[in-house]
């Protein structure tokens, strides 16, 4: 498979402390790449490289590069606004914007990015996301109501029907399922099950069941370096490195 996202020699600050350090790594179009380690490791702040997130806390720098098929993501002239259209994100708590309506939540982005959409397509397009995101019989006769009317689960699956609705390239999860109970972590997962292929997706997740269950690859993070990265069955079965098999053993720390 190709690679579409692709680091090479990231190294992320925050002021004078390195949060990821000299880390290369390609993610495959269409495939899951889950980033795996302990708190503090760097996790976050790799996702929030991809989509330039980092450099929005005061102090952070990155060097090194991040591209995106051929677009480098660091570069002067490449555009945030255009940059962040193609990739959605999907964080640890819900995040609906809490005055909208379902509707109008999964339609903000399409009115932002295709503003002559006339109502009926962006009708079409809005239910689209949601039913991508597995949502739309569950909200089909209440998507004028108040988006925080939704259970927790609910909230989340309309946080990717957002990211879903502009046709995102990749989908960045920062352990989109941590705050949810146990049916609602595995409708997220067959989610990402029936994305694959079509989006690119990154996950960060602590719980290594997940990663095993929903990525095709898994890439190890400790103390801002990344330690190993292979085929997810394999970093599961037979890890090269030590650390990485303390790690996914649970003898850590
Ligand atoms: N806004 C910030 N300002 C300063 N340091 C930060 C900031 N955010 C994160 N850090 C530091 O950067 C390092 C990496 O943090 P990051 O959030 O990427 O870890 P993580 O692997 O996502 O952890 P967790 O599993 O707890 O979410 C940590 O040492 C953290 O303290
Ligand atoms: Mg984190």
Redesign the pocket.
């Known amino acids: 498979m190709a690679e579409l996202i692709q680091l090479r020699d990231v190294t992320a600050h925050?002021?004078s402390?390195a949060?990821l350090r000299g880390v290369t790594l390609d993610c495959a179009a269409g495939a899951v790449t889950a980033i795996i380690?302990?708190?503090?490791?760097?996790?976050?702040?790799?996702l929030r490289c991809i989509n330039r997130l980092h450099e929005i806390?005061p102090g952070?720098r990155t060097s090194g590069t991040v591209r995106i098929g051929d677009i480098d993501v660091h570069a002067q002239n490449t555009s945030v606004v255009t940059l962040r259209r193609s990739i959605g994100m999907v964080f640890q708590r819900p995040t609906p914007f809490p005055t909208m309506s379902v509707f109008d939540n999964v339609a903000s982005g399409l009115r932002a990015a295709q503003p002559r959409l006339r109502r009926n397509a962006l009708a079409e397009q809005v239910e689209r996301a949601l039913r991508r995101a597995g949502l739309w019989n569950e909200v089909v006769d209440r998507l004028d109501g108040s988006a925080l009317a939704l259970s927790g689960g609910q909230q989340q699956r309309l946080c990717l029907a957002r990211a879903l609705a502009v046709n995102p390239q990749v989908l960045l999860l920062d352990?989109p399922t941590a705050s949810l109970d146990p049916l609602g972590s595995q409708r997220i997962e067959e989610l990402l099950y029936e994305l694959r292929g079509e989006v690119t997706i990154v996950i960060?997740t602590?719980n290594m069941q997940q990663a095993a269950r929903v990525s095709d690859v898994t890439a190890f993070?400790l103390d801002?370096e990344l330690v190993e990265v292979a085929p997810t069955q394999r970093l599961f079965t037979t890890p090269r490195d030590p650390r990485t098999e303390a790690y996914v053993t649970g003898r850590f720390g």
């Open positions: 925050f002021g402390r949060a380690g302990p708190s503090g490791s760097g996790k976050s702040t790799l806390t952070a352990e960060v602590h993070l801002g």
